[in-house]
């Protein structure tokens, strides 16, 4: 867990603890050994630290979070590194995160390779840096530009920690780190260390910070947290700051936030694993991708690939579509670019690997092939057919289909293994999540080629079987026809999707609606009235695209509560017989949130995913059910499973005739264990 090595009169302490060389006990206690060791030894004049393999230290051991400390915490390190009567130097490359950084402050100095990536990443995972880095980091680098690192959890570049004072100075490149940290170490004489120094600061500083980060810490604990600790370091010592820090990690790390943005942190790896599949399985070389359709879709589609170098061949049918779709990537491009996201370089590199054409047969040389046309079997089956026809033997063939079953749309060719789902989310440029739809006959190499591919082009994929709506939308529907009925009885849009907003989900039901088109899968006849988005569609209420929805809208898509809404609720429920009722904020949790875990578990048991935690990831990645709750399945368990299973049987009469509670989540309510084992 630790290498020492002894470089003439210099001490290297390498951490080696793959693959991110975490700061699990026993390199806890190895370096602990070694910088007491190097104290005493005579030959020693100065000591680098560093890491072994891609990264120097990712930080704490995030699993050893649920359990009590092992001795020594890591903090009693950090300090015994810093106390050191001899120079400590951190020798930086690949990242130094978390408790990693926090070790690295503890050194006297730091050297790093230009592209090195220094952070404090702790309130991502509902916690704070908890080993000094709240009081040390702000004693070098300043309040604003700690708060700054320490509040967003993100990482800077070691170029830039250098301008700011908290790297000292530059490797050439990382094959020579070694040799020149070792030579600068030489160089240096005494200690010097950031506990030692002083900051101040305006305490104006932190309530801006608070305001200005407002709407994305809102509800979190750790954001506050992480102020409070940085405000410490201006007013106390280092030791009762440190102390303070401390206070405010136990707080954290036990409570229910950082549990469930741990759970998210794991599943969101563990996703990208797929049972029963050789780890060292052949992959197809994807060098081109070939998408059909240059919609909305297609081109956020095509701009993933682009943007991972990867050329894209992208055809219509009629030249208006395909030079509207290919007028959307470059404005989509040139946007991101104006924010300073992007260069001018990049941009053109990008735009350079994009070939639009009407002629269908140049697909023939891509190795993956995207549909994304209608939402219509028969289009979709025709489609397939033809590129069966024209696609080389060996390409993979997917269908960005939302809904419509992949076994279907395969069997129109004559490689079935060939085919399977890869279902972007909107808008497909932006969205993380990608549900990769396998079919009953997709071949494991075309599965896992697909998964690795989609982590080359920045996505989190998930597994999912073949079923209506996949994970995801198919969760969707028990929420909708309940919100729907909800209104019948008696509740407002605005209730229903403040229940939702309150609960941190960026929008409700309705709200969602109103963005998607409430004319989705309206059958378009005016005078056929049998539902409430019949009634609202055939009075032009088709969402915010026609200013008017389950809301009024304004000029700037601003939404109000609309009259009209309320009478043509009225209207409906009259003809439906309905008698109006109260409906509480409960009952809508329980209606739209505990059908939706309901239906969860069904995926699970029918083996559509392939754990619980996978169903957590779509809904955290794919519709933004709130990180600190971390997903549906997670959730439920923090409610109770039993208190989920006795709800829904007390609303059982108004959730539907037809529903019924999965079996496997009576089955862990009863003996009492977590979704993600289930018996
Ligand atoms: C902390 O430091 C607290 C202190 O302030 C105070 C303490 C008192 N622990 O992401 P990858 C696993 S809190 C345990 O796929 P990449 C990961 O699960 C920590 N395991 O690789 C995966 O396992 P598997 C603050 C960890 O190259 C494998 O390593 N630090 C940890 O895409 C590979 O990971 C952070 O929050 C960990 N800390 O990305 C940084 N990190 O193969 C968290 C990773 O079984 N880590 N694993 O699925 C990261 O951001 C990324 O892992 C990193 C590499 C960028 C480093």
Redesign the pocket.
Known sequence: MIKNQLHGDIFEIVMVNP??N?LAYPVRQGLLQAIIDAQTDDAVKAIVIRGDG??FC??????EFDAPVVEP???VVVDAIEASAKPVVAAIHG?A???GL?IALGCHYRIATPDAKLGL??V??G?L???G?TQRLPRLIGVEAALDMIVSGSPIAARRAAEIGLVDRLASNEGSLGEEAIAFTRTLDAPRRAGDLSVEADPAVFEKVAADNARKIKGLDAPSACIEAVKASTTMSLADGQAKERAL?AGLVSGEQAKALRHIF?AE??AAKIDGLPKDIALRPIAKVGILGAGTMGGGISMNFLSAGIPVTIVEMQQEALDRGVRLVRKNYEATAAKGRLTTDQVKNALGLLTPTLDFDTLADCDLIIEAAYENMEIKKEIFARLDAVAKPGAILASNTSYLSIDEIASATKRPQDVLGLHFFSPANVMKLLEVVRGAKTAPDVLATSMQLARKIGKVPVVSGVCYGFIGNRMLIPRQKNAEALLLEGATPEQIDRVHTSFGMPMGPFQMADLAGVDIGWHRDTDRIESLQDALCAEGRWGQKTKAGFYDYDDKRKPTPSAAVAKIIDDFRARKGVTKRETSDEEIVVRTLYTMVNEGALILEEGIAQRASDVDVVWAYGYGWPRHRSGPMFWAGQVGLTKIVADLGRYAAQIGSNFAVSALLKRCAEQRVPLDRAP
């Open positions: 693959p991110v975490a891609q990264l990712a930080g704490a051991d995030i699993t915490d890591l903090h990242s995160l978390g408790g926090e990443p702790e991502l995972i916690i840096p908890g080993a880095g990690f794991f790896r563990s």
